[in-house]
């Protein structure tokens, strides 16, 4: 049983890469097969990390897709990964979390409140007393929106992951790999008991409800 800090991230399929680089720096990294789309996958790697590491001092949420295809396709992948696959992976970590621990879900400046056209569904993302059931069932609504209705980009936006918060910008972000991972840093490191917080690039805290994006995008 380790008495080390333990950082999980998610979605680092270059972690091959990255371990020798982190290994090389004096750091101890491992690497463990993850699918978030999978309850049994994500319930084999809290095993692994309960059994061998037996708790968890931070949790990155980074795996993400944009998806592919149509307008519905996009929506059924990206809310699958980006808010079915998180929403799993939290549920399964958060009985092994340590005292202080932190965990951070990587989202996207199209993640921000205001790029969802619709005041009605503005007003039911922003509820104070929104649950997790009611919240997926508002994922579940506009993936169903996406596939069926005639032209669901007028209540939600003409981006499927910003409803899912991703934005991979056909993987070419405009920020390095070192300034996009400022942010997510400082949040996993931060103990001021930030929570619920949407974290801006420069790290400072943004109103999500507000009408106003930080700038520039
Ligand atoms: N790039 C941008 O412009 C940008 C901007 C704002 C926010 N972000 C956010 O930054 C995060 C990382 O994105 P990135 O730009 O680094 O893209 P990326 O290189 O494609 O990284 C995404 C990672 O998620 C993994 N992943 C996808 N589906 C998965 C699943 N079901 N289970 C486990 N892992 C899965 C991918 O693995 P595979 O390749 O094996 O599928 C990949 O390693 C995302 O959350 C994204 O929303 C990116």
């Given at each position: 049983m380790s008495s080390e800090k333990v950082a999980i991230v998610t979605g680092a399929n270059k972690g091959e890469t990255a371990i020798e680089s982190l290994q090389e720096l004096g750091y101890n990294p491992a690497y463990h097969q993850l699918d978030v789309e999978d309850q049994a996958s994500v319930d084999e790697f809290q095993k692994y990390i309960a059994k061998n590491y037996g708790g968890v001092d931070v949790l990155v949420n980074n795996a993400g897709v944009k998806g592919k295809g149509s307008f519905g396709m996009q929506a059924t992948a990206s809310v699958g990964v980006n808010y079915f696959g998180t929403l799993r992976m939290s549920e399964a970590f958060l009985p092994l979390l340590r005292h202080n621990a932190n965990v951070v879900n990587v989202s996207s400046s199209l993640g921000h409140l205001a790029k969802i056209p619709s005041e009605e569904l503005r007003k039911k993302f922003a509820d104070p007393d929104l649950t997790i059931s009611r919240l997926s069932d508002l994922m579940n609504e506009f993936v169903r929106a996406a596939t069926e209705?005639?032209?669901?980009?007028?209540?939600?936006?003409?981006?499927p992951y910003t409803v899912s918060k991703v934005d991979l910008n056909d993987y070419r972000g405009i920020l390095t790999v070192e300034e996009g991972a400022v942010a997510p840093l400082y949040a996993a490191l931060?103990?001021?008991?930030?929570?619920?917080q949407f974290v801006w690039r420069d790290c400072t805290l943004v109103?999500?409800?507000?009408p106003e994006l930080p700038a520039p995008y």
């Open positions: 209705d005639h032209n669901p980009e007028k209540n939600w936006g003409t981006l931060n103990q001021d008991g930030w929570k619920g109103d999500w409800f507000g």
